[in-house]
């Protein structure tokens, strides 16, 4: 047949079984909705083989369910199929998705749940894995995906899998997503106002994910696979309790342009991605409990670390193109680590363990760092308050070469140097100046030391020495 046609129970309460009318259903053409005053069960399997565009409604006065064995394929063609559920608005019934498959090749897929358009909910249940193929789209306002089950802690090495799992081919558009089990996609996902990741994995070969609204991250391990993109525009809530973990595995990455607050205690962000973690200019991060960054990492926005540790893992590459402000906490870089922005320390002190270069500044308002690596050094260190910095190779001899100025407005800051050569070539200005019997210092402008110089090992001054004093023992040369 070529025109709409319309299966309708008789009774209000009545329910429909797919699989009763599937063979009569395939022959039909143009459109077709199918009404039950209670619910739809589909549990069959239906092959349409129209040409062209068709549409297929389903309309339930309660639920629509799609159980296992239930299979609706349009083949090559296009089908736009709307899943309306409650369409009194008397209940509360909503499209439950337990198993099967849809395949409406580049036609929609559109949810509905009472009088509202878009304003449906979809519901994974945990019992099958699910495919679902829509070209043009998957339309709700909640998607529910509570699919297998997963035992992991965070220490895993590997991306967990699920036995059952949904997967969706076609853009997916949503108000809420709240997701515990595993979504693989292969096209662009967005949550407009509500992503609730609890545990699971995103994966597949789409290219996005993009939340707008709040997300909220609390508990196990959730992970990004493959080279999916998360843009986040909106606020991401980071929080929970012991090793609550997120990782981005191959080329997966996070783009915060919004804000990320993550309060998770012990949280750690993990995974083998070579593009890791951006926060990107006019983005926000704020961390308010200990966390471990353990992967890639570039900050070109503000990170402010307001509690402690911050740490950075021994294989992590950390890159600060905007501000990173320290508060009165400590901050532990075992990794890369490369200042090419603005570095606060506020009163709290920061251990530079890996290999670590200064093209930004350093600023030290009260509290320090040290440094054990070797390296050239284009920016500059600012020291008040009592701040300190102590440059030494920990593990062997280090050279350090300083291009820019090393300044101490308020005469005092405290700089040791030990186990190394150090060549300051712009001069320094500080308030105490300690030189260990393994160091060597050449300081090729002046030099102004505002209150006395300790020297076990030796002090060459290019320049002039304006105000010196010396502590025992002492030795300088002066060039």
Not at 43 to 58: I, V, Y
Not at 98 to 116: A, K, P, R, Y
Not at 177 to 186: I, M, V
Request: hydrophobic content about 35%; charged content about 5%; proline content about 1%.
């Amino acid at each position: 047949m070529c025109c709409a046609s319309l299966f309708q129970t008789a009774a209000a309460g009545a329910s429909i079984n797919v699989s009763t009318i599937a063979s009569s259903l395939s022959s039909y053409g143009g459109g077709v909705t199918l009404q039950a005053g209670g619910n739809i069960t589909w549990a069959a399997l239906l092959n349409l083989s129209h040409s062209g565009t068709n549409t297929l409604t389903l309309k339930a006065g309660n639920d629509i369910k799609f159980n296992s064995g239930g299979i609706l394929s349009n083949g090559s063609n296009s089908l736009n199929l709307k899943l309306w559920a409650n369409y009194q608005g008397s209940t509360s019934g909503q499209v439950y998705f337990n198993g099967g498959e849809l395949n409406v090749g580049s036609g929609t897929i559109d949810i509905q749940s009472g009088t509202n358009a878009a304003s449906g909910t979809l519901n994974f249940g945990n019992t099958s894995s699910v495919t679902i193929t829509a070209g043009g789209g998957i339309n709700a306002d909640t998607l529910n995906i509570t699919n297998g089950s997963l035992s992991a802690t965070g220490t895993s090495t590997l991306p967990q899998k699920f036995s059952n799992f949904v997967t969706l081919n076609g853009p997916v558009s949503v108000n809420t997503l709240n997701l515990s089990g595993q979504l693989n996609s292969n096209n662009s996902i967005e949550v407009k106002n509500s992503f609730n990741w609890t545990q699971g994995v995103i994966g597949g070969s789409g290219s996005t994910l993009k939340t707008l609204g709040t997300t909220t991250i609390n508990k196990n391990l959730v992970e990004l696979t493959d080279s999916r993109t998360w843009t986040n525009t909106g606020t991401i809530n980071w929080g929970g309790n012991n090793l609550t973990t997120l990782k981005l595995w191959d080329s997966a990455s996070l783009n915060n342009q919004g804000t990320l607050n993550i309060s998770a205690y012990n949280g750690v962000l993990g995974g083998n991605s070579s593009q890791g973690l951006v926060n990107s200019s006019g983005g926000t991060i704020n961390v308010s409990n200990a966390v471990t960054f353990d992967g890639v990492f570039s900050n070109k926005g503000t990170l402010n670390l307001n509690s402690g540790p911050f740490t950075t893992g021994y294989s992590s590459t950390f890159t600060n193109d905007g501000t990173v402000n320290l508060g009165n906490y400590s901050a532990n870089l075992k990794g890369v680590f490369n200042n090419n922005g603005t570095f606060n320390i506020n009163g709290g002190w920061a251990g530079i363990s890996g290999s670590f270069s200064n093209a930004g500044a350093v600023n030290l308002n009260g509290g320090g760092m040290w440094v054990t690596s070797g390296g050239t050094d284009r920016g500059t260190y600012s020291l008040r308050n009592n701040a300190w910095i102590d440059f030494y190779g920990a593990s062997g001899a280090i050279t350090r070469a300083f291009n820019g100025a090393i300044s101490n407005t308020d005469k005092t800051g405290e700089i040791w140097f030990g186990n190394g050569t150090f060549n300051i070539n712009n001069g320094i200005d500080v308030g105490w100046l300690g030189i260990e019997s393994d160091a060597s210092v050449n300081i090729g402008g002046n030099y102004n030391s505002n209150w006395e110089t300790y020297i076990a090992g030796s002090l060459n001054v290019g320049g002039a020495i304006p105000n010196y004093r010396t502590a025992t023992p002492s030795w300088i040369t002066a060039r």
